[in-house]
C-alpha cells in the first residue's frame, strides 16, 4: 500500500483506484446483509432476521471482506473460498466482538451522540486487530484505545469524509423514492456496489493509523 496520509481525498482516490480486484467477491460478500431484509415479508420476522444479521451474519462476512482488501492491497492472491475460511475461523471472535461494541456504543448513542462518535471512533480498529492480528475481542479493544490516544480527530476526519461520500446518494435516494418498495431495492442494490469502496477505504486509515504508531512506538 503506497498511501501513507491521513488526507480523506487521498484515501478515496486510492481506493476508487485500486479496488477492481475485490469490487465482485466483496460485493458478493455484501448481497446477505444488504437484500435478505428486503426478502422478509412480515415486520416482526424482518426486526428478527435484521438482529440476527447484524451480531452473526455481517460480522463474519465483514471479516472475510477484511481479508479480501488486505490481501489486494498487499498485491497478493485474492481468493473468496480462503478469506471466507479465515472469517468463520474467527467467528466466534468477531461475533462476540460485535456484542460487546453494540454493549458499548448504543448506550453511548441513546444517551448522547456525541460520545457515541467519540467512542465508535477510538474503538473502529477492534475488528481489524481480530481479524488480521488474531487479537482477542477484549485485547483487540484495548490495543485500538491505545491505538487512537490523542489522535482522535486526524482519524475522525477521513472516517467522516468516507462515510458522507459513500451515504450521500443513499440520502438523495431516500428523498427521490421516500419509502417506496422500489427505492428500497434501489438502496440495497447501491449498499452492494458502494460496500467494496468502503472496505477498502476504511482499512487504509486503519493500516495508515497503525503504522504510524508502530514507528512512534
Do not use: C
Not at 25 to 38: C, D, F, G, M, R
Not at 110 to 131: D, N, W
Amino acid at each position: 500500500m503506497t498511501q501513507t496520509s491521513l488526507s480523506p481525498g487521498g484515501i478515496i482516490g486510492s481506493a476508487l483506484s485500486r479496488v477492481g480486484p475485490v469490487f465482485v467477491p466483496v460485493a458478493l460478500l455484501a448481497l446477505p446483509i444488504n437484500i435478505l431484509p428486503l426478502l422478509i415479508p412480515t415486520l416482526t420476522l424482518k426486526a428478527i432476521v435484521n438482529v440476527l444479521v447484524a451480531i452473526v451474519v455481517a460480522p463474519i462476512l465483514g471479516g472475510a471482506s477484511i481479508v479480501l482488501v488486505n490481501r489486494a492491497l498487499a498485491n497478493e492472491k485474492v481468493d473468496l473460498g480462503t478469506a471466507l475460511s479465515m472469517a468463520w475461523q474467527r467467528a466466534a471472535h468477531l461475533i462476540l466482538l460485535t456484542l460487546l461494541l453494540l454493549v458499548i456504543l448504543i448506550p453511548s448513542f441513546m444517551l448522547l451522540v456525541v460520545p457515541g462518535i467519540y467512542l465508535s471512533v477510538r474503538l473502529f480498529a477492534s475488528q481489524y486487530e481480530v481479524m488480521l492480528e488474531r487479537q482477542a475481542p477484549m485485547d483487540a479493544l484495548k490495543t485500538s484505545w491505545a491505538m487512537t490516544e490523542g489522535r482522535w480527530w486526524e482519524i475522525f476526519r477521513p472516517l467522516f469524509a468516507i462515510g458522507l461520500v459513500v451515504f450521500i446518494p443513499f440520502m438523495i435516494l431516500s428523498v427521490i423514492f421516500m419509502d417506496t418498495v422500489f427505492g428500497s431495492w434501489v438502496n440495497g442494490l447501491l449498499g452492494v456496489a458502494v460496500t467494496p469502496v468502503l472496505v477498502m477505504s476504511a482499512l487504509m486509515v486503519y493500516k495508515i493509523v497503525k503504522g504510524q504508531a508502530m514507528a512512534r512506538a
